[in-house]
């Protein structure tokens, strides 16, 4: 369980970049849930982290919904269209 402030995850993307890197998913999952919990649904980063795990977790359908939500919400996400081609190239 984490105690934060509700809206940090709107802003501060350090900590799933930072659990993401030593194979933390659960954590960043976990941030993932209370972010979307908190209204946080808007937030093209949240999904991108949820991708990141799931492809990193072989879940590629997954992956690829989350990516594309973040795709959905803001076009211009470069680093959601790389990692969506990859799974593409990857398929």
């Known amino acids: 369980q984490f105690h934060l402030p509700w809206r940090m995850m709107w802003y501060q993307f350090g900590p799933y970049e930072a659990y993401f890197n ?3 998913y659960s954590d960043v ?3 993932v849930n209370a972010n979307l919990n908190n ?3 808007y937030v093209e980063e949240t999904h991108f982290w949820q ?3 799931y492809a990193a977790q072989g ?3 997954e992956a690829r919904a989350s990516f594309n939500r973040v795709i959905q919400a803001n076009p211009l996400y470069t680093d959601a269209q790389e990692a969506l ?3 593409d190239a990857s398929s």
Request: proline letters at 0%; charged letters at 10%.
């Open 29 to 31: 999952i976990a941030l």
């Open 51 to 53: 991708g990141q795990v």
């Open 85 to 87: 081609a990859a799974l």
């Open 22 to 24: 030593v194979g933390r």
């Open 59 to 61: 879940k590629i359908s």
């Open 39 to 41: 209204g946080g649904t």
